[in-house]
Antibody, heavy 119, light 107 residues
Framework: EVQLVESGGGLVQPGRSLKLSCVASGFTFSNYGMNWIRQAPGKGLEWVAYISSGSSYIYYAETVKGRFTISRDNAKNTLYLQMTSLRSEDTALYYC????????????WGQGVMVTVSS | DVQMTQSPSYLAASPGESVSISCKASKSISNNLAWYQEKPGKANKLLIHSGSTLQSGTPSRFSGSGSGTDFTLTIRSLEFEDFAVYYC?????????FGAGTKLELK
């Protein structure tokens, strides 16, 4: 069974940093591209970042480019999102999601981890 | 960015009825569209990809249609477990974008 479990969320002050993790199980992690997607309270879904299976290709949403860094450790089956210079508008539920093998839709999602940016 | 306009935002129906949700893209996305289901306490579930291809495990009462800019998700003979929030998403180009969601409520 494919499982994606996020962690590392919490309350953080504006301007500070936070690092999210997503541990994958039930599939060969190193064979799949991975994504972070977020949902602000009462808002819709926003794709945040993508990393290819071997970390060769990385893409970001303009809203986080230069502040967030996506990375992965295939030996640990873990995806990361390093978030710096956090803003109140980064407050959201952050999901990790697996990219399908052939196309860029998200075939499995985690349940999400909450990040609240507030003083 | 490709804007995805989803309608309606809310939909009330009864078990056994059929409903349709529309998703319109601001430019052609070929058939690079997926539909997801969101339920409280559960991971989002991929229902349909490539506009009309049912993901493994998706009940046959779900169907998707469309290509280019206009897409539709139809659920026939609603069951209680179908009352949820539904999102469309385009994956034709970065940044990938989602519709605002449709909440399907029990009438």
């Amino acid at each position: 069974e494919v499982q994606l479990v996020e962690s590392g969320g919490g309350l953080v002050q504006p301007g500070r940093s936070l690092k999210l993790s997503c541990v994958a199980s039930g599939f060969t992690f190193s064979n799949y591209g991975m994504n972070w997607i977020r949902q602000a309270p009462g808002k819709g879904l926003e794709w945040v970042a993508y990393i290819s299976s071997g970390s060769s290709y990385i893409y970001y949403a303009e809203t986080v480019k230069g502040r967030f860094t996506i990375s992965r450790d295939n030996a640990k089956n873990t995806l990361y999102l390093q978030m710096t210079s956090l803003r109140s508008e980064d407050t959201a539920l952050y999901y990790c999601a697996r990219r399908s093998r052939r196309f860029s839709f998200f075939d499995y999602w985690g349940q999400g981890v909450m990040v609240t940016v507030s003083s | 960015d490709v804007q995805m306009t989803q309608s309606p935002s809310y939909l009330a129906a009864s078990p056994g009825e059929s409903v349709s949700i529309s998703c319109k893209a601001s430019k052609s996305i070929s058939n690079n569209l997926a539909w997801y289901q969101e339920k409280p306490g559960k991971a989002n579930k991929l229902l349909i990809h490539s506009g009309s291809t049912l993901q493994s495990g998706t009940p046959s009462r779900f169907s998707g249609s469309g290509s280019g800019t206009d897409f539709t998700l139809t659920i026939r003979s609603l069951e209680f477990e179908d009352f949820a929030v539904y999102y469309c998403q385009q994956y034709n180009e970065y940044p990938y974008t989602f519709g605002a969601g449709t909440k399907l409520e029990l009438k």
